[in-house]
């Protein structure tokens, strides 16, 4: 995060408006997370340990996210509105963001990413605890279980690549995908924790 986040650079007048709003946005998706406010020494705690902190209007104090769930939200990057009141902080979010258990407080679909919105599919359904959903019944039966039906769907995978029908083949590998992202979650990560290894890879790739 850049030094121009700081107070002094950022022109925010604290003095003529004690709360500020600050808009939270996925850097890496786009989609808007949450509302939240700030006051000066909200701000600056933020800045200092690059996490996001509000000030809790019904808390009446400092409160910086996933300070209980570990769910943070890491800033990246600060923007200020032409006003100088409003700010825009993207973040790279831990886990979900809203109570609810939803990636936001509006429970937005991505559709412009499908692996994204599949992701909020499978972790719905598991909260929602849907006795007809086949995410919520396999996640029941724990982790052995899904690792064998992954294994399942990756010795198909190899078959069918020794074949030539496509449409075979391209079915199994979607069957693959699905519950990989299913394992993801069980083991408490999402696409975007390994989106981050390929990013680092790539350097030296």
């Not at 700030?38 to 300070?67: C, D, H, P």
């Not at 006795?131 to 190899?158: M, P, T």
Request: glycine share 4%; charged share 30%.
């Amino acid at each position: 995060m850049k030094k121009e986040c700081s107070l002094e650079k950022s022109g925010i007048n604290f003095l003529r408006k004690k709360l500020i709003p600050a808009i939270i946005q996925d850097e890496k998706t786009g989609k808007v997370l949450m509302l939240g406010y700030m006051n000066k020494e909200a701000y600056q705690k933020s800045i200092s340990e690059k996490k996001v902190t509000f000030y809790s209007r019904s808390k009446k104090r400092l409160w910086t996210k996933g300070e209980i769930s570990n769910n943070y939200l890491f800033i990246k990057k600060v923007l200020i509105d032409c006003d100088k009141d409003t700010l825009l902080i993207k973040v790279d979010p831990v886990g979900s963001v809203c109570h609810t258990g939803s990636d936001t407080c509006w429970k937005e679909i991505n559709r412009k990413n499908f692996l994204f919105f599949l992701e909020e599919i499978i972790f719905d359904r598991k909260i929602q605890k849907k006795e007809n959903s086949y995410i919520y019944q396999l996640s029941k039966k724990g982790i052995n279980k899904i690792s064998q039906k992954l294994g399942e769907e990756a010795v198909e995978l190899i078959i069918e690549s020794k074949d030539n029908n496509k449409n075979l083949f391209l079915n199994e590998s979607a069957d693959l995908l699905f519950h990989y992202l299913i394992l993801l979650q069980e083991k408490g990560f999402f696409i975007r924790d390994v989106i981050k290894i390929l990013k680092n890879r790539h350097i030296t790739i």
